[in-house]
Structures are given as C-alpha cells and as structure tokens.
C-alpha cells in the first residue's frame, strides 16, 4: 500500500441551489455594515491550480510505516520491538535528498545567488521554538531547525535529523537513531543529549512551552549513545513520531538554549544574518545544511509590512516575491496580473458553532440535530467568508487518508429542524444566545449567517458579542452556545483526542461531550499499529461525530499566498508555514 497523500483537489463553485440563502446572507450582513455588500457579492475566488492536501499527516503510514533511508546503519532491534519497515512509495535504495530532488526544479547559478523577499504582516518576534506563538514565529522557526521527523510536500511523515526509528511492540518505547552528518549553526554536530535536552526542557512545565502538550505522555527521555534517543510513554501511541515534525519540538543545541529567540541556532537550511531587525528579517543559505543542494537559494528576507494594501502592492510591484497568508479579496483582486499566482491549500484549522451538551437547551441530543438540520455549511462558508473554506464535518481536513467523504453534507432541512425541536418539547420553536468574540470579524460574520440561517428551522437566534480579552473567563465552558474554532494540528489524535475525549482538554472548553464509545475508540487509536485498522477507527469516529452532534463544524480554512511567476518549485504547506528549500527564482 503506498504511505503517499493524494495530491490534488478541487472544490468546485457553490450551486445554484445555494443562491437563495447567499443573496439573503449577503443583504442581512452588509446591513449589520460588517462588509461592504460588494465584497460579500463575489462568488469563491478563482483560484488558479487545484487546492490540495490537508494539514494532518496520514499517521499509520507515517509513523510505523516509514523507513529511513539514509547511509548510515540502523540500531539493534531488541526482541520486544521492530524497526519501522520501508514504505512502498519509493525503493529503500534511494536516499532522501534524492526523493527531495525528484520534486523539484533544477539549480541554475543564478538561483543560488538570489534573495527570496517574503512579506509578512509583522515580523516574527520569538525565535526559540519551544515558545514561539504567532504564524509570523512559524515561519521563521520552519526555516531555522529541523525536527527529528518532518512533513514531505503531501503531509506525509519521512524522516529529518532521525533517519530511522524503533517502536516497541507495545507502542510504549519509541528509539530514534540520529543522522550522523548533522551540525548546528554554530558548527557543532547534532548529538543525542542536544535531543534529550530539548525534550526535557519542552516538558518542564517552567518552560511554559506549548509543545508540553504534545509530550504529555512521556515519563523518560535517555540518550542511549552520541546518535541513539528512547523516549518511554505512559501508554501505546501509535502517532509518537509524527509529534516531531510540528513546531514546538525543533531540536536545539544545549549549548545554546538561552536566548534563542533573539539569537536563534538550529540545524535547518537558513541562518539568521545580523539579528533582529525592526525592519525586517534576513536569513542566509546554511552551507553545511544536511540535504544535498539544498537549499537552492542565497537568501531570504522577511519583511514585515502591517497594511495589507501595502502588502498587495509590494507583491505586485515586485519588491516582494511571496505575500503569505492572502485574503480571498486579495487573491480575487491580483488574479488578472500575469506577473501572479494565488496558491492555496486546504489546512486543518476550523470554525465551528459549539454546543454545551452539559447545559439548556442543547442537553438533549435532539435539539443539537435540529441545529445541524436547520443549517447549510456551504451556504454559510459563502455568506460567511467565501473563498476562504471548504464544508467539513471533523476537524480530520477532506482530502485526508482518513477523512470519511461517504457522510457528505447535507442542504438545510427547516421542516426537520422544527420536528426536532417539536419532539424536543419545543414545538413554537426556541429562543437561544450565540456569543462570537468581538474582534474576530470572521467568526462574527459566521454567527451572523447561522442566526438568518437557522431562523426558518425554528431557532431565534440573539448574537451577542463578547470581547476577546474576556473570551476564557466568560465563554468558553461557561456558555451553551458560541463560535469558534482551532488551528491545525500535526496528527489525526491530536486533532481529535483533545476536542472529543470525555478527559480532553478543549472538551471541557468547548462542548462538554461524553460518549463510552467515543472515547473506547479514542484510545483504541492510540494503540493500533495497523493502518486499515485505524482508518475504520478513525471513520467511526467521524460517523459518531455526525450522530452525536456534539457542535457543528462549519468548515476547514484555506490557506492562500501570493506568488510571483518568477518564484518556481514553491507550494504553501497546510501547516500554514514556507517551505522555501526546494525554491528556486528563475531570471
């Protein structure tokens, strides 16, 4: 079976079917002076090339199915585990700069002279990776270290600074063996205790690292020899190594941990040149980077430009060649310049109305489908934001290996939504309060959409607006109805375990969802090793979603960045960061 990701997806336009609701949405929002009725009037960008793959890597295949393949030998298998076999995608003979290269354009000398100018919103302002936040640090972080794992071009997890890995066969021991040609920065090599030092510092709670998250089943990290790393879970976890290739668990020298976000010192395929700037940001090719003639490019300069008219117009003058994260207005605004290409991707951060299953009305199950009958999510993502998100039912992106398409997603059912509510003990209908957070104005938009909506399947919907800075204290887990959502995830658990596990974090923030079942197959996941077995998991799983209604999930985002034709071998990631390696600028 092959580990590789489809590549390509297309989402086509909205149906006519879907006019009645978008011309009465886009009326009610321009009303409400939320955006200019012009705006909202335009049908989804036409957005050149096909949206592709999802944010969350395919973890079976990833995780117990990818091979190293790398020159140096791999470690001794003890009896109780086995080294991960060799996936099928490609043959075990070829190394993975060669896979690299296949992929992309070749090296002219005049490439490997050129600067890649990106503009950003704002300048990235932390550069540890264990404490960067913002997207604008994520993108800088991608550019500076590398993680022991990392995502390829179709989220597919292969391996980075480990060219192979171990598991036992209880999925509790995790053995990582370290490339032997890696060096920081600074000149020193990457050595087992510089892994052991990074983990350990992401999982001391005084770091206030947001990667502690990921680790929370770790309760040993050993440096077996200069290029041997064990990690000893708490229970299986069959998705451990996909964990390394998100942002928070770059590796860095423990030499060099203190003041890494100004001065940062990693092993990726740029370095910082004359540290932090207000102006802008400049990154230089590692010459001893670790991937064979890579990277293609001199240079990268980040700039930071707050305005985004400005941004368009340094993007078309060409006094930037990359505009990240792109507006659906934006892009429909720079399609008709030959110089341009919009590029984009769905992700696997989404929008969601969250139901508190814990209090009135939605308690009863029946109320909850009476929602989920009364609204139609692309009608909504039209109304909304259009051009900016695809219909999804799970926070798993369409497209995925493991997202499960045979649920679809049904048009509005008012006469269903008002039996449900009748059946409820509701039958004149319901009268409920929908927070959005104030400054969102795109999830202000979508409570506005689902409260027109919804109205003909019986709800009278109120949307209070609720400032952002009081969103914690006074939403999330206290309201019974309100909008929002959250940012991709590296796995398909980590998307899934937190948000529907009745001990899961963000269900105890959101909707308070208990299920026997869900969480049976929750665990179950987290233990099964063999890849059509958690398919089906994970397909249950959606399917139980779907019946349960804990909360309605709108929508996935779009991911979208302005290109210069000049900037060839560049695709935008669904983890939203620039992978720039592989990039070449052509005269």
Same mark, same amino acid.
């Given at each position: 079976?092959?580990?590789?990701? !489809?590549?390509?997806?297309?989402?086509?336009?909205?149906?006519?079917?879907?006019?009645?609701?978008? /011309?009465?949405?886009?009326?009610?929002?321009?009303?409400?002076?939320?955006?200019?009725?012009?705006?909202?009037?335009?049908?989804?960008?036409?957005?050149?090339? #096909?949206?592709?793959?999802?944010?969350?890597?395919?973890?079976?295949?990833?995780?117990?199915?990818?091979?190293?393949?790398?020159?140096?030998?791999?470690?001794?298998?003890?009896?109780?585990?086995? !080294?991960? #076999?060799?996936?099928?995608?490609?043959?075990?003979?070829?190394?993975?700069?060669?896979?690299?290269?296949?992929?992309?354009?070749?090296?002219? #000398?005049?490439?490997?002279?050129?600067?890649?100018?990106?503009?950003?919103?704002?300048?990235?302002?932390?550069?540890?990776?264990?404490?960067?936040?913002?997207?604008?640090?994520?993108?800088?972080?991608?550019?500076?270290?590398?993680?022991?794992?990392?995502?390829?071009?179709?989220?597919?997890?292969?391996?980075?600074?480990?060219? /192979?890995?171990?598991?036992?066969?209880?999925?509790? /021991?995790?053995?990582?063996?370290?490339? !032997?040609?890696?060096?920081?920065?600074?000149?020193?090599?990457?050595?087992?205790?510089?892994?052991?030092?990074?983990?350990?510092?992401?999982?001391?709670?005084?770091?206030?690292?947001?990667?502690?998250?990921?680790?929370?089943?770790?309760?040993?990290?050993?440096?077996?020899?200069?290029?041997?790393?064990?990690?000893?879970?708490?229970?299986?976890?069959?998705?451990?190594?996909?964990?390394?290739?998100?942002?928070?668990?770059?590796?860095?020298?423990?030499?060099?941990?203190?003041?890494?976000?100004?001065?940062?010192?990693?092993?990726?395929?740029?370095?910082?040149?004359?540290?932090?700037?207000?102006?802008?940001?400049?990154?230089? &090719?590692?010459?001893?980077?670790?991937?064979?003639?890579?990277? &293609?490019?001199?240079?990268?300069?980040?700039?930071?430009?707050?305005?985004?008219?400005?941004?368009?117009?340094?993007?078309?003058?060409?006094?930037?060649?990359?505009?990240?994260?792109?507006?659906?207005?934006?892009?429909?605004?720079?399609?008709?310049?030959?110089?341009?290409?919009?590029?984009?991707?769905?992700?696997?951060?989404?929008?969601?109305?969250?139901?508190?299953?814990?209090?009135?009305?939605?308690?009863?199950?029946?109320?909850?489908?009476?929602?989920?009958?009364?609204?139609?999510?692309?009608?909504?993502?039209?109304?909304?934001?259009?051009?900016?998100?695809?219909?999804?039912?799970?926070?798993?992106?369409?497209?995925?290996?493991?997202?499960?398409?045979?649920?679809?997603?049904?048009?509005?059912?008012?006469?269903?939504?008002?039996?449900?509510?009748?059946?409820?003990?509701?039958?004149?209908?319901?009268?409920?309060?929908?927070?959005?957070?104030?400054?969102?104005?795109?999830?202000?938009?979508?409570?506005?959409?689902?409260?027109?909506?919804?109205?003909?399947?019986?709800?009278?919907?109120?949307?209070?607006?609720? !400032?952002?800075?009081?969103?914690?204290?006074?939403?999330?887990?206290?309201?019974?109805?309100?909008?929002?959502?959250?940012?991709?995830?590296?796995?398909?658990?980590?998307?899934?375990?937190?948000?529907?596990?009745?001990?899961?974090?963000?269900?105890?923030?959101?909707?308070?969802?208990?299920?026997?079942?869900?969480?049976?197959?929750?665990?179950?996941?987290?233990?099964?090793?063999?890849?059509?077995?958690?398919?089906?998991?994970?397909?249950?799983?959606?399917?139980?979603?779907?019946?349960?209604?804990?909360?309605?999930?709108?929508?996935?985002?779009?991911?979208?960045?302005?290109?210069?034709?000049?900037?060839?071998?560049?695709?935008?990631?669904?983890?939203?960061?620039?992978?720039?390696?592989?990039?070449?600028?052509?005269?």
């Amino acid at each position: 079976m092959s580990c590789a990701v !489809p590549g390509t997806m297309s989402f086509p336009l909205p149906g006519t079917g879907l006019r009645r609701w978008h /011309s009465a949405l886009v009326l009610l929002l321009a009303a409400c002076a939320w955006v200019p009725v012009g705006a909202l009037a335009e049908t989804l960008p036409r957005v050149q090339g #096909p949206a592709r793959t999802q944010a969350l890597p395919r973890a079976q295949a990833t995780s117990r199915e990818n091979a190293a393949r790398g020159s140096a030998p791999r470690p001794e298998a003890s009896p109780a585990s086995r !080294p991960v #076999p060799t996936p099928e995608t490609a043959p075990a003979e070829v190394a993975p700069m060669e896979l690299a290269a296949r992929d992309t354009p070749p090296t002219d #000398p005049a490439s490997r002279a050129a600067t890649l100018r990106v503009v950003l919103p704002q300048l990235p302002q932390q550069l540890d990776p264990a404490l960067a936040g913002s997207g604008e640090d994520h993108v800088a972080v991608h550019l500076l270290y590398d993680g022991l794992t990392r995502f390829d071009r179709d989220m597919v997890t292969r391996p980075g600074l480990a060219e /192979s890995w171990t598991a036992s066969d209880d999925l509790r /021991s995790w053995t990582f063996r370290l490339r !032997p040609e890696v060096r920081f920065h600074h000149g020193r090599r990457l050595e087992a205790d510089d892994v052991m030092a990074t983990m350990t510092r992401i999982l001391d709670p005084r770091t206030g690292s947001p990667g502690r998250a990921g680790l929370e089943m770790v309760v040993r990290v050993e440096a077996i020899d200069a290029r041997t790393v064990r990690f000893t879970l708490t229970a299986p976890y069959a998705a451990f190594a996909d964990l390394f290739a998100d942002r928070s668990l770059r590796v860095v020298p423990r030499d060099r941990v203190e003041g890494l976000g100004g001065a940062p010192v990693g092993t990726g395929p740029f370095m910082l040149r004359g540290g932090l700037r207000p102006d802008r940001l400049e990154l230089v &090719r590692n010459p001893a980077y670790w991937e064979r003639g890579l990277p &293609r490019l001199a240079a990268v300069e980040l700039q930071g430009i707050a305005d985004a008219t400005a941004r368009e117009a340094a993007l078309a003058e060409g006094t930037a060649d990359i505009l990240w994260m792109l507006s659906a207005e934006a892009a429909e605004r720079l399609r008709g310049d030959p110089a341009l290409r919009v590029d984009a991707v769905p992700t696997g951060s989404w929008d969601a109305v969250v139901l508190h299953n814990g209090l009135r009305p939605f308690d009863d199950p029946r109320v909850r489908q009476a929602l989920v009958a009364a609204l139609d999510k692309a009608a909504l993502i039209e109304a909304a934001f259009p051009g900016q998100a695809v219909p999804t039912h799970s926070p798993i992106p369409p497209g995925h290996p493991y997202y499960e398409d045979r649920l679809g997603h049904a048009a509005a059912d008012p006469p269903r939504a008002r039996q449900l509510l009748a059946e409820a003990g509701y039958p004149n209908g319901i009268d409920v309060t929908l927070h959005v957070p104030a400054e969102r104005e795109r999830q202000v938009r979508l409570g506005l959409a689902v409260r027109e909506m919804a109205r003909a399947g019986g709800f009278r919907i109120t949307v209070e607006r609720v !400032p952002y800075a009081a969103w914690a204290s006074h939403v999330q887990g206290r309201q019974a109805m309100f909008i929002d959502g959250a940012s991709a995830r590296p796995t398909v658990d980590t998307a899934l375990y937190p948000w529907f596990h009745s001990g899961g974090f963000w269900n105890s923030l959101l909707w308070h969802y208990r299920s026997a079942r869900m969480d049976e197959l929750l665990d179950l996941a987290r233990r099964t090793g063999e890849e059509t077995r958690r398919a089906d998991i994970f397909h249950e799983i959606q399917a139980l979603v779907e019946q349960n209604a804990p909360g309605i999930i709108i929508s996935v985002a779009l991911h979208m960045n302005g290109v210069r034709r000049a900037v060839q071998g560049f695709r935008s990631s669904p983890m939203q960061w620039l992978d720039l390696k592989d990039v070449i600028l052509s005269p």
